[in-house]
């Protein structure tokens, strides 16, 4: 095989061109080295396109193959101008009056485009959640009961090889063919991953894991707000430009389960700032069900998924909402605990049910309302202040 051909990033493609036909740089244009450096030369070259023609081949050559450079810009740039500058001032009138497009839903309600943090706790099922996204993306196939629209992948599965990741696709019963390219290095740290998306231009890219990536990048510090941002940001904004969702995988920190979850991705204030999507996987070890909580800047409301691990396609399924799933579990909770207190003679009062179940008291004065309503159990003989339920017999 040859040496790969080297072409310049999109974003430096659209400054080329734009500086080709004599327009100015777009406000807030910022490409790195050598593309800055080739795009000042050719600025500085004067007004006339044909010297800027002269200077931008000479400049090329030097890093890249001009050839495959004008075959990129003619092929990737629709508009020779560009896109519009990224309006940054509206006026309050202006602003309720323009008419926005609609988010990129990668995943319809659960996954926009832009960056994703998708944190659990190390063998809880992550890497198996997210490499079934990759299959149901490069598919066009299903994920969490949602039909997904088929697009290309990148997947970097930094802490697997690929005889294990062969072993996990055929558990999932991956097909051939499919648009999906897995890597499992990183020589470039996040900057390569921010130029495979701007170049690509993938709907799903898949970082496994974070922790990782930043530790092949650069010494860092996940407390860090400044550098954090610094390494995110940049992922986030070519994710939103190009319409990718960037789903990083990273882990939850010990003694989870505060007041808030979002607290429980780890140094969870320099993280969570950057991404416009955020999930967070909790599983008790050793059972299948879990929940899937779900939150985002393009979310109306947080989302909590109960979900189970099929052990037979290794892939994760919805089963509804965890509230309902959770209040459908505690009614059968509930009708046990009625069974055996009265079994052993006892009275299944709220106070004994709550007791016994070790569910809220008023939550259990709710779930015993709507069994009585749906004719599961009725009212017993009241004894002074307390009264008995008992199980309606079918």
Known sequence: MGAKVKVPPIGAQYCFARALLCLPRQPGMVLRQPDDQILVKIEAAGPDPAVRQTIFAMELTKHYDLLATNRAIA???????????????????????????????????????????????????????????????????????????????????????????????????????????FHFGLEGGLEEVQETIEQKRPRLAVLDTLPRALSLTAAFDHNDNGRMTTNLGPLQAVSLNVGCAALVVDHLKKGIGGTDWLDDIISSTAKVGVPDTIWGLYRERGQHTATLKITGRDLPKELELAVTFDTLTCSWQCVGTAGAVRKSANKLKVIDAIKIITTANGAATTTAIALYTSIDK?????????????????????????IPYELVQP
């Open 75 to 181: 092929s990737n740039i629709k508009d020779p101008l560009g896109p519009p500058p990224r309006r940054i001032d509206y006026a309050s009138d202006d602003l309720l009056g323009t008419t926005f497009p609609d988010p990129v839903w990668v995943v319809p309600e659960y996954l926009s485009a832009g960056l994703a943090m998708f944190g659990g706790r190390p063998k809880i099922g992550k890497s198996w959640n997210a490499l079934q996204l990759a299959l149901a993306v490069g598919s066009g196939g299903m994920f969490l009961g949602v039909k997904l629209q088929q697009g290309a992948v990148d997947y970097w599965a930094l802490e697997d090889n690929p005889r294990r990741l062969q072993d996990r696709m055929a558990l999932q019963g991956w097909p051939r063919r499919l648009p999906v390219t």
């Open 362 to 386: 008023g939550n259990v004065s709710r779930i015993l309302a709507d069994l009585e309503h749906d004719g599961t159990v009725r009212k017993g003989t009241a004894k002074g202040s307390h």
